[in-house]
């Protein structure tokens, strides 16, 4: 009979360490793997990339002198 309480504890607590451990510092983990922080970096290029994708994309499809679209459906 002792087991089942003996049990339900250990699940209880294995529940509790695996939903409620508290965080894991981001920070601390960047600085252990030796990883640079570039995020923005790579968003500025990202952004720019988009943006010359969307300019080509405005000149291929762009409307017509007189209002009218090219025709392409």
């Known amino acids: 009979m002792g087991r089942g309480r003996a049990k339900a504890k250990q699940v209880k607590v ?6 409620n451990s508290g965080g894991t510092d981001l920070e601390r983990l960047r600085d252990e793997l030796g990883v640079k922080d570039s995020s923005n970096d790579d968003a500025d ?4 990339e988009l943006a010359d994708r969307y300019a080509d994309y405005a000149d291929d499809y762009g409307d017509d002198d007189d209002g009218r679209s090219s025709g392409r459906r």
Do not use: F, G, S, V
Not at 14 to 19: H, T, V
Not at 45 to 48: F, G, I, K, V, Y
């Open 45 to 48: 290029d990202l952004n720019d």
């Open 14 to 19: 294995a529940r509790q360490l695996k939903y």
